[in-house]
C-alpha cells in the first residue's frame, strides 16, 4: 500500500508538471507581438502573394498585410544608404531594407506553431511556398527578456520578437530571429513546394507579358555585371549590422 502511495503521488508530480509546461507554451508573449520581414537580393527580387501564421492547437490562421516587397525596397542604391559595400547578391538583412508584414486586425501575442509565405521568384519566373516550423526553443527565446539599459539609465526588458526571411531564386530562405541588437541564424529552408503559378492564378507567361521582368534584369545590367547564370556563391553571403549568433548558442 505505501508503494502504491508512492507511484500515485509521482504520477500527480508529472501531471501537474505537463499541465504546467503547457500552460506556459499557451500564454501569449510578454512584449511586442510577432511579425514577420523578408528580404532579397538586389538583383533577384520576389513578388509576395500571400502569408500567415498557423497554430494548430488554438486553431487560429493570421494573415499578414503589408509583404509586398515593392522593387524600390531592394534597389542597390537603397540598400547602399544600409551596407555602402553591399554587392546586389548577397541578403541585406535590415530593417530598412526589408519588408515587414503586420498582422491583420488585433495584434495577436500568441506564437503560430508554423509561418507559410507563398511568393514568386521574379528572375526565372518561379513560383514557391516556404514554410518555417517553430522549435519549442525558439518559442522559449522570444518569450525571455533582454536586460537593456533603457536611455534615462534604468533597466528594462527586451524581447526578440522579429521573424526575418531571406529569399533566394532557387526556392530556398534562411530564417533569422531579430531583436534587441541581435540577429539569431535559425535555418535554411528548402521550399515546401513549388507551384505552375502564384497564389492568384498568375502563370509565368502572364509576368512574362508585363514589364516586371525585363525591370528585373536590367538592374544586372545597369550595374555592369552579369546576373545570369546566378552566381550562388555571391548570393549565400549575409549582409547584417549585428552580429550573427546561431540558435545552438542561444
Not at 153 to 158: E, Q, T, W
Not at 172 to 194: N, S, T
Not at 201 to 220: I, K
Amino acid at each position: 500500500m505505501p508503494v502504491l502511495n508512492k507511484y500515485r503521488k509521482t504520477l500527480i508530480t508529472l501531471l501537474a508538471l505537463f499541465l504546467l509546461i503547457g500552460c506556459k507554451e499557451n500564454e501569449p508573449l510578454p512584449g511586442k507581438p510577432w511579425q514577420v520581414s523578408v528580404v532579397t537580393p538586389s538583383f533577384y527580387p520576389i513578388y509576395i502573394t500571400q502569408a500567415y501564421g498557423v497554430n494548430e492547437e488554438q486553431d487560429w490562421t493570421m494573415p499578414l498585410h503589408g509583404l509586398s516587397l515593392s522593387m524600390s525596397k531592394s534597389e542597390l542604391a537603397n540598400v547602399r544608404t544600409v551596407f555602402p559595400d553591399y554587392d546586389g547578391f548577397g541578403l541585406p538583412v535590415s530593417l530598412l531594407t526589408g519588408v515587414r508584414g503586420r498582422q491583420l486586425g488585433s495584434a495577436n501575442k500568441h506564437l503560430p506553431d508554423s509561418i507559410y509565405i507563398y511568393w514568386t521568384s521574379l528572375i526565372n519566373l518561379r513560383f514557391f511556398v516556404t514554410k518555417y516550423d517553430l522549435p519549442q526553443k525558439v518559442k522559449e527565446i522570444m518569450s525571455k527578456g533582454v536586460s537593456v539599459e533603457r536611455y534615462d539609465g534604468s533597466l528594462g526588458s527586451c524581447f526578440r520578437t522579429e521573424f526575418f526571411f531571406g529569399m533566394l531564386p532557387n526556392g530556398k530562405a534562411k530564417v533569422w530571429l531579430m531583436g534587441c541588437d541581435q540577429l539569431i541564424y535559425l535555418a535554411e529552408l528548402d521550399p515546401a513546394r513549388e507551384k505552375d503559378r502564384d497564389q492568384n492564378g498568375t502563370t509565368a507567361d502572364e509576368y512574362r507579358q508585363g514589364s516586371t521582368p525585363q525591370r528585373v534584369r536590367q538592374r544586372g545590367i545597369d550595374a555592369g555585371v552579369s546576373t545570369v547564370p546566378i552566381p550562388w556563391e555571391k548570393v549565400g553571403k549575409v549582409y547584417s549590422q549585428d552580429p550573427v549568433e546561431l540558435l545552438s548558442e542561444q
